[in-house]
C-alpha cells in the first residue's frame, strides 16, 4: 500500500546502523508535526521514538480490529501516511467511524480536543454496549 503511495516526507526519513527509521532532525517538523508551533516541534524531534524498518514488513495474523470494534481518524494533511492509504487501511477495518482532521502526523498533539472527542464516543458507545 505504501508503495502505491509513498508518504509526502519518505526522503526525511533515514535508516540507521542498526536498522531503526528517524526523520531528520532539521526535517522533523515540516515532515511529522507541521501543525504545530516550532518550539513543540523542536522537542518531538529530538526525543523521537524510531521503529525498526523491519516492523514494516511483519505480518500480523490476528489484527484486533478484525474482532474487536473500531474506530480511525485521518489525518488530512499527514505526510508521514499518505491520506489515501489511511483512508483505505479505514475503509479494510469498517470502523464505526471515520473522523478526518485538517491535521499533520501529529494530531494527537495538533488536535487533541477532537482526538478526546473520538475516544470518549468510543468508550462511552462500547460501555453501552
Not at 477532537?114 to 460501555?127: R, S
Request: include cysteine.
Amino acid at each position: 500500500m505504501s508503495q502505491a503511495r509513498p508518504p509526502a516526507a519518505f526522503s526525511t526519513i533515514a535508516e540507521d546502523d542498526n536498522g531503526y527509521l528517524w526523520v531528520k532532525q532539521e526535517d522533523f517538523r515540516e515532515s511529522f508535526c507541521q501543525d504545530l508551533p516550532e518550539d513543540e516541534a523542536l522537542v518531538m524531534a529530538v526525543t523521537q521514538k524510531a521503529p525498526k524498518a523491519s516492523t514494516f514488513g511483519d505480518e500480523i495474523t490476528d489484527p484486533a480490529w478484525k474482532s474487536k470494534p473500531s474506530w480511525y481518524q485521518v489525518s488530512t494533511q499527514d505526510r508521514m501516511i499518505d491520506p489515501d492509504n489511511e483512508r483505505q487501511m479505514a475503509q479494510r477495518m469498517q470502523p464505526r467511524e471515520i473522523v478526518e482532521l485538517d491535521a499533520s502526523h501529529a494530531s494527537l498533539a495538533s488536535q487533541p480536543a477532537a482526538i478526546c472527542d473520538l475516544i470518549d464516543k468510543a468508550a462511552q458507545e462500547v460501555a453501552d454496549a
